[in-house]
């Protein structure tokens, strides 16, 4: 372990001595992640550390089987759409009500989803950004594909769609759309989410307390439609290095520890006290370019970045045989991708020769900003960094390594303040267009720089084409035109590695990120 690391996970011991399985209840889930949330306000989040937590409290309209990708009723109980796809009908769980008392209900779906869609809703609260509803629901240039949410009766809710789309219920499965109790938003829009009011919802737990720098706690809902939780309370801690959370899981401070280094797999294995976990991986970590930085503009240079990275000798060394480099952005395992892409090859000399073509015979100066975090695409972001420093500094690249806080992180990079960024992507639903309208789609020239309205057409054609054939084909000239312009490098999958307390039972981590059903967790 370097001397940092056990520096750090020293630190942050000490810190949870006085609130350990020990000495707390035995009826205490404690659950270590990589960061504490940036909101509970779910569709304003845009990372798994802010989504799972929500994702306990609050609760989507279609949900998924535990551990798979298979979609299932949740607070819907069916749906069903008219014969070109434009109007879908769900009908909703009778009976549940909020954690506040209030009654779940069709009016209540309207109004969280009218929050969401409208920039001059009364309550959408002050400065707020629904970044994760726009990854579902945003069109080109604020034309959103949905049109207008109609209250049927009391458990009923009809969505009117701008177009066809035949793959909808996925989409509303999408875990930023959660439902919120609107008596508690119209309480405090402006704070709502944050650690002095936390969220309201219908969920197998209900926020308790948020420390912030500590802890987040919830405690069981017994009033709960569903099955129970088998613990009276769960607490989220967030702690940055892996190195950490595996050390606080070997003392027995915390019950689950997420995302691990990939290179600690044999010792875990060795410890006859931990259980290793590995999450089937439908992730994608990605390098991105915002093109308003030059030399960026220009994909001589873009290229040259790309081809002066061994992303499989850096897969090698940093992912312990549980990863993959990628040459496209959709995984394997996910359909439409292209046969035709041959991933960008690493070259060093022929980066050189592209770049004194682009004008840079003695390269350039760059910011690389690095995840402040570890998440499942990217295990150990700063040394995967280094590395990637390393390999440009080898073709004249002299990179500035930059980090910051992980909220400002995903403010800042939608803000294009960031050259060259790492990030990834743990998919909401499983289709192709939540990988690639999320990338490419609308949220393009804030994230990017790029405003391609060849893409964009691709992308809406794609979504909504009646046949899977024809939508596998557009997702495959979406693929190709990424790679032909190099607007992102697509860098690797991951199998994540996480462990649990011998003894833990029930815990099953979702092929979608952070979509786990915790009340399912029993612990020792």
């Known amino acids: ?105 069709a009016e209540a779906v309207k109004f969280n989803f009218d929050r969401w869609n409208d920039p001059n809703h009364p309550y959408r609260g002050e400065g707020k950004n629904f970044t994760g509803f726009e990854y579902v629901f945003g ?98 801690r967030g702690i940055p290095e892996p190195t950490s959370r595996l050390a606080e899981l070997r003392a027995g401070a915390v019950h689950i520890a997420a995302e691990l280094s990939p290179e600690d797999y044999p010792v875990i294995q060795r410890d006859p006290n931990l259980v290793p976990v590995l999450q089937s991986g439908l992730n994608i970590g990605y390098i991105a370019f915002h093109q308003s930085h030059q030399p960026l503009d220009d994909v001589r240079v873009r290229r040259a970045i790309a081809m002066a990275i061994d992303k499989e000798a850096i897969v090698d060394a940093f992912y312990a045989g549980l990863g993959t480099p990628a040459d496209q952005h959709v995984p394997p395992a996910m359909w439409g991708r292209s046969d035709k892409i041959s991933d960008i090859p690493y070259d060093p000399e022929g980066a050189r020769r592209l770049l004194a073509e682009a004008g840079y015979p003695n390269g350039f100066e760059i910011d690389f900003w690095f995840m402040p975090v570890s998440r499942p695409y990217f295990p150990a972001p700063q040394p995967i960094a280094e590395a990637i420093a390393s390999y440009l500094a080898d073709v004249g690249i002299r990179v500035r390594l930059q980090s910051e806080d992980w909220g400002t992180y995903l403010a800042d990079y939608m803000a294009g303040k960031f050259p060259m960024y790492m990030l990834g992507w743990s998919p909401d639903y499983p289709d192709p267009d939540n990988y690639l309208y999320t990338f490419f789609g609308p949220q393009a020239p804030q994230a990017l720089g790029v405003d391609d309205p060849v893409m964009q057409d691709l992308l809406f054609r794609a979504r909504t084409a009646p046949d899977e054939a024809e939508r596998a084909a557009l997702y495959a000239q979406i693929q190709e035109r990424a790679q032909e312009y190099v607007l992102q490098i697509p860098f690797a999958h991951n199998n994540p590695l996480h462990a649990t307390l011998r003894g833990v039972e029930g815990w099953i981590p979702s092929p979608l990120g952070a979509s786990e059903p915790l009340q399912l967790v029993s612990v020792p």
């Open 139 to 236: 069109g080109y240039k604020g034309n959103n594909i949905l049109k207008e949410v109609e209250v049927v009766d009391e458990y009923t809710v009809r969505f009117h769609l701008t177009d066809s789309v035949g793959f909808f219920p996925s989409m509303v499965a999408a875990i930023y759309l959660q439902i919120q109790s609107p008596t508690a938003v119209m309480a405090d829009p402006d704070r709502y989410g944050t650690p002095e009011v936390g969220s309201v919802g219908t969920g197998p737990f209900k926020f308790k307390e948020w420390v912030i720098g500590d802890r987040v706690v919830l405690e069981r809902n017994d009033d709960y439609w569903g099955e129970k939780a088998k613990v009276e309370q769960v607490v989220f």
């Open 1 to 105: 372990m370097r001397r940092s690391s056990w520096i750090g996970a020293v630190a942050v011991l000490a810190a949870v001595l006085a609130f350990t399985p020990a000495s707390a209840s035995a009826q205490t889930l404690i659950y270590a992640q990589s960061g504490l949330p940036v909101t509970l306000d779910s569709a304003a989040a845009q990372d798994g550390n802010s989504l799972r937590p929500g994702y306990q409290i609050t609760e989507t309209l279609v949900g998924f089987e535990p551990g798979t990708a298979n979609l299932a009723p949740a607070l819907a109980v069916r749906w069903e759409a008219n014969d070109n796809s434009t109007i879908w009908t769900f009908y909703l769980r009778e009976g549940v009500r909020f954690h506040d008392g209030t009654p779940f209900n």
